[in-house]
T-cell receptor, first 109, second 115 residues
């Protein structure tokens, strides 16, 4: 079966760095997405990786290792507004998105 | 403004009373999809549509129907709602659904409570 695992919840301090991991087992791979979702709101796109390596976009970076079925989202200089759930999703062989359950990130002052 | 809209945003209903949640996008996207989101389970796909008059089941289609008569609209129909369909529902769209790199654009969500 297809499966995506990410931690349920993480806590970090304002101004610090946090890494959210995602491991996946899917039938085919056409890229991995990270979305941000604030409570009660719609998910919004953060990043897309299809090749191995690190993609940096401002305070957010996303890493992919296809051979290990592994990705992480790195958030630097954490701000209170970064408190949200972070969803990992993989595009499978049919271009359908397989979603992880999400990681709830709590930022403390 | 490019967007996906859903109505209603909040709905309380009773078991067995048919309801429809509308979804509309103004980006001329071919691909549209419905998800439900429940605590601890993440987003689960209900139905999707690759184009007008083409719909397919997702992972949890039981108890739901959809139609795609026009490119912009993709309503979700619950013929006989039950309490286990209480959930947060999202409609999403993307340009074609045939590329791994396509971002999905989500509607604001519909929170449904079935008593």
């Amino acid at each position: 079966g297809q499966n995506i695992d990410q931690p349920t919840e993480m806590t970090a301090t304002e101004g610090a760095i946090v890494q959210i991991n995602c491991t996946y087992q899917t039938s085919g791979f056409n890229g991995l997405f990270w979305y941000q979702q604030h409570a009660g709101e719609a998910p919004t796109f953060l990043s897309y990786n299809v090749l191995d390596g690190l993609e940096e976009k401002g305070r957010f970076s996303s890493f992919l290792s296809r051979s290990k079925g592994y990705s992480y989202l790195l958030l630097k200089e954490l701000q209170m507004k970064d408190s949200a759930s972070y969803l990992c999703a993989v595009s499978d062989s049919n271009y359908q998105l397989i979603w992880g359950a999400g990681t709830k990130l709590i930022i403390k002052p | 403004e490019a967007q996906v809209t859903q109505n209603p945003r909040y709905l309380i209903t009773v078991t067995g009373k048919k309801l429809t949640v509308t979804c509309s996008q103004n980006m001329n996207h071919e691909y549209m999809s419905w998800y439900r989101q429940d605590p601890g389970l993440g987003l689960r796909q209900i139905y999707y549509s690759m184009n007008v008059e083409v719909t397919d089941k997702g992972d949890v289609p039981e108890g739901y129907k959809v139609s795609r008569k026009e490119k912009r609209n993709f309503p979700l129909i619950l013929e006989s709602p039950s309490p286990n369909q209480t959930s947060l529902y999202f409609c999403a769209s993307s340009p074609t659904g045939t590329s791994g790199s396509e971002t999905q654009y989500f509607g604001p969500g519909t929170r449904l409570l079935v008593l």
